[in-house]
């Protein structure tokens, strides 16, 4: 089995090439920002732990976690978000590779992880390959103003916490340059997938 991590900053269209390794090759595809939001329901592994720490006020009526409270809090705090953190990475990390292994039982050729933080978290240590998705910086503003209605100051703020474009090819094994059409992209990751 293969698994391949992918990564790239906000705006560079991972979400397009998930979908494609998901369509073209049955890869199954593992995104830690949705397994984060899983591993935080009740009954699930970060659930108790965040209410320990954050206390019922983070807990909406239904009882689940408050993802608009819990982030007002930690966005503010530098502390309880490094508390939060501390608690929701591991519990992800856990989840990935417990999907992983299931997935190699159950016979998959293909795994694609996808996070936010891939670089930061050391997910591509259990990946075989990393790929970069790359588009400059001014098709991602653009792409981000069209598709996410944000504005200049906002992506400002998220360009400025994101890994650069050097560190991103000093980690990674391979660039996938998704800045012209579609079927551009769909060919080198078609060239990769020989591989």
């Keep these: 089995m293969r698994v391949i991590g992918v990564t790239g900053g906000v705006g560079a269209g991972k979400s397009t090439v998930l979908q494609y390794l998901e369509e073209a ?6 995104q830690a920002d949705q397994v984060g939001h899983e591993v935080m329901e009740p009954g699930e592994k ?3 732990e965040i209410l320990a720490v954050f206390g019922s006020e983070v807990q909406a009526e239904d009882g689940r976690i408050d993802r608009k409270v819990l ?3 930690v966005f503010s705090d530098g502390e309880k978000r490094r508390a939060l953190n501390a608690i929701v990475h591991p519990a992800v ?3 990935i590779l417990h999907r992983i292994a299931r997935a190699q039982t159950e016979g998959t050729d293909c795994v694609v992880v996808e996070a936010a933080l891939f670089l930061e978290e050391n997910y591509d240590a259990f990946c075989d390959e990393t790929w970069y998705i790359y588009t400059n910086e001014d098709e991602r503003r653009r792409r981000l103003k069209e598709s996410r209605g944000y504005t200049e100051e906002r992506i400002d703020q998220i360009l400025s916490s994101q890994k650069t474009h050097e560190e991103f090819l000093c980690r990674c094994d391979h ?8 079927e551009e992209t769909c060919r080198q990751i078609g060239k990769r997938m020989k591989r």
């Design 71 to 73: 982030g007002n809090i």
């Design 175 to 182: 660039v996938i340059d998704n800045n012209g059409a579609a």
């Design 25 to 30: 090759y049955h890869a199954e595809v593992i």
């Design 93 to 95: 990390k856990q989840e």
């Design 46 to 48: 970060a659930y108790e």
